[in-house]
């Protein structure tokens, strides 16, 4: 997971955001089961961080690397690595 934040800026109201590292994974919120693209914890008047469970981890969101299809089947694989959802 990474974050926009220097890890020393700790104005009031400051936000961080965090996010998964990886192209195509999300963070699962186990205690919804619910995918998110980013969560955000802001710094508050009394010197502490927005509560949110940092237990949650970065799964797969989207499908990666189809399989080829078996010869003889005229089917074609289009994919591109590089151009599928973040």
Known sequence: MEWDWDNN???FLIVINYKCSNRGKR???NDTNQFKIDLKSQCQSDEEWSTFNFNYSCEWF???R????PPGSNLKLKWDPHNWPA
Do not use: A, D, G, S
């Open 27 to 29: 963070i699962w919120l």
């Open 66 to 69: 189809p399989k080829t299809p």
């Open 62 to 64: 989207y499908c990666n």
């Open 9 to 11: 800026t700790r104005t």
